[in-house]
T-cell receptor
Framework: NAGVTQTPKFRVLKTGQSMTLLCAQD?????MYWYRQDPGMGLRLIHY???????AKGEVPDGYNVSRLKKQNFLLGLESAAPSQTSVYFC???????????FGPGTRLTVT | AQSVTQLGSHVSVSEGALVLLRCNYS??????LFWYVQYPNQGLQLLLK??????LVKGINGFEAEFKKSETSFHLTKPSAHMSDAAEYFC???????????????FGRGTQLTVWP
């Protein structure tokens, strides 16, 4: 099993550009999550999904949209990137509570 | 929402010394508790978790943590530090909720562990 994979690994955007980050998991997990990690802030939840076709807002959802059209994929979109969205983005999946979340390797995004 | 406090953003120990990383949570109802480790330029990896049962939980790489309800704490320890333990450690809690809140993790801000030779 590949586990949780994220595409791309690195990206540089100019302010106002858009992009989509792809998260894929091959473990048939119901729950999927998008986090951002900033120095000294820990991980903050952006959006999450408790099943195919469902999404919900997390702690810091503004400026992001998500979709979960297929159970194994969770997409994070930035419609108009801003420098404040420079961060490392992690995707995670979970089979159900109280199991742990399994994390992808991260995407490092820089917005100039 | 849950609140997680990790006391000390940086901890330094000598190789062979005791490692103690502190974590306190805010919930009056005991949540599920987790410690994750993050090595440079990698994702998070689970070290150990507490859900129910024995309050002393053993994890990978010789780490353990003890859930103390009266102190709302879940401190991480390792008797003898190794150079390979140098990493960032995150404490996280999860609601024992239902429905859409089920499984949400709330993270502390992390503790960077440095191990000196």
């Amino acid at each position: 099993n590949a586990g949780v994979t994220q595409t791309p690994k690195f990206r540089v955007l100019k302010t106002g550009q858009s992009m989509t980050l792809l998260c894929a998991q091959d473990m048939n997990h119901e729950y999927m999550y998008w986090y951002r990690q900033d120095p000294g802030m820990g991980l903050r939840l952006i959006h999450y999904s408790v099943g195919e076709g469902t999404t919900a807002k997390g702690e810091v959802p503004d400026g992001y949209n998500v979709s979960r059209l297929k159970k194994q994929n969770f997409l994070l979109g930035l419609e108009s990137a801003a420098p404040s969205q420079t961060s490392v983005y992690f995707c995670a999946s979970m089979p159900g509570s109280p199991y742990e979340q399994y994390f992808g390797p991260g995407t490092r995004l820089t917005v100039t | 929402a849950q609140s997680v406090t990790q006391l000390g953003s940086h901890v330094s120990v000598s190789e062979g010394a005791l490692v103690l990383l502190r974590c306190n949570y805010s919930s009056s109802v005991p949540p599920y508790l987790f410690w994750y480790v993050q090595y440079p330029n990698q994702g998070l990896q689970l070290l150990l978790k507490y859900t129910t049962g024995a309050t002393l939980v053993k994890g990978i790489n010789g780490f353990e943590a003890e859930f103390k309800k009266s102190e709302t704490s879940f401190h991480l320890t390792k008797p003898s530090a190794h150079m390979s333990d140098a990493a960032e450690y995150f404490c996280a809690v999860s609601d024992r909720g239902r429905g859409s809140t089920l499984g949400r993790l709330y993270f502390g801000r992390g503790t960077q562990l440095t191990v000196w030779p």
